[in-house]
């Protein structure tokens, strides 16, 4: 009887496993679900991917844009240079010549008192090619005639004179001839400039002469 008991009592203490709730969804939906998450995951990296791809395709091509345009902006300033060098190439000898070339024009303007001889003729020849060389050079006669108005970037005016021809700010003369090549001023041109009249000198000497 009392072997009973205890194989009762032991029977009673063995823990009965609780039933596992049964899930609404079968192993095969399951694992649907987590194929679908997969493909979704693998598509949102896909796309986060091509974006990426896409920004850095756009950043290389503009910085080959970039790289081309300073290429492009490289080669024609060296054309440019080149052409410069080419067309001014020959202007510091061309500086140290106008100075003979002045002088031999002061010649000219001697010598023709004597026009008709040999030395004038000999001297006009000279003048000629001179100026074919000028002219083949590029280089031209600042064009500059009296009353014309005096400009600082062409001109260097040397002296002020008053005068009842012209009026303040044109040139009255030229002193020395200006050349330029091209676009570029070779030496200006040196020129007496008209002066406004001392008007208020003349009045204050008028004054203290009356007192």
Not at 34 to 57: G, H, P, T, Y
Not at 96 to 120: C, H, K, R, T
Not at 162 to 187: A, H, N, P, W
Request: proline share 3%; no cysteine.
């Amino acid at each position: 009887m009392q072997d009973e008991t205890a194989n009762n009592t032991d029977e009673q203490d063995v823990p009965v496993d609780q039933p596992v709730e049964d899930s609404n969804k079968s192993m095969d939906e399951i694992n649907a679900e987590i194929e679908q998450e997969l493909e979704e995951a693998m598509v949102e990296e896909e796309l986060n991917r091509e974006d990426q791809l896409e920004a850095e395709v756009a950043e290389l091509k503009n910085k080959l844009l970039r790289t081309a345009a300073d290429l492009e902006n490289y080669r024609k300033r060296s054309t440019r240079d080149k052409a410069d060098a080419i067309r001014y190439g020959n202007q510091r000898l061309l500086e140290d010549l106008l100075p003979v070339i002045d002088n031999f024009g002061m010649g000219m303007q001697a010598s023709e008192q004597d026009s008709g001889s040999m030395i004038y003729m000999g001297m006009s020849m000279v003048q000629k090619q001179l100026d074919d060389f000028l002219a083949n050079q590029g280089v031209q006669v600042v064009d500059l005639q009296p009353g014309a108005k005096f400009d600082p970037k062409v001109h260097d005016a040397m002296a002020q004179e008053e005068s009842e021809t012209f009026e303040e700010g044109q040139i009255i003369r030229v002193m020395r001839k200006g050349y330029k090549m091209g676009d570029r001023l070779v030496r200006p041109a040196n020129v007496v400039v008209v002066q406004a009249p001392a008007v208020e000198s003349e009045e204050a000497s008028e004054e203290a002469s009356a007192e």
